[in-house]
């Protein structure tokens, strides 16, 4: 069941300084992926943490653990409301990006980008190539 959470009131600072901080981190598995800096960000707008999977080392380990959670959308839905639909999604929400050159990932809606890790630094992507989308602390969604 999803947590309730609620954005600080600073969410918009903190939420800058995080992506600030991670803008010329690479990626790495387990410490600074799609997973852990979606989980990194909700944390800044809401001040909690969340449990969403992150035992991994390399990208074999994490797919065999998402796996294990249902799916990379399954393990965000046990942990963050669902959106009726992704052009709901705003700054500090999460969303999963679905490009055809790579497998789906998670990134952070900023400045009405998808920003997410990459091996030079924080990456972005079009918000229109996010298929899912999750509410961080706006309000309550009707799970049905």
Known sequence: MPQQLQRRQDWPEALAAYIIAALYRPHAWGTHDCVTFARGAVEAVTGAAIALPVAWTDQASARAALQAAGGLPAAVDSVLPRL??????????????????????????????????????????????????????RWNVDRG
Do not use: C, K, N
């Open 84 to 137: 009726p639909s992704v052009l709901l999604a705003w700054r500090g929400d999460i969303v999963l990006v679905r490009e055809p050159t790579r497998d789906p990932w998670l990134a952070v809606v900023f400045d009405g980008l998808a920003w997410a890790p990459s091996p030079t630094g924080l990456a972005i992507a079009a918000i229109e190539h996010a298929v899912i989308g999750w509410t961080v602390g």
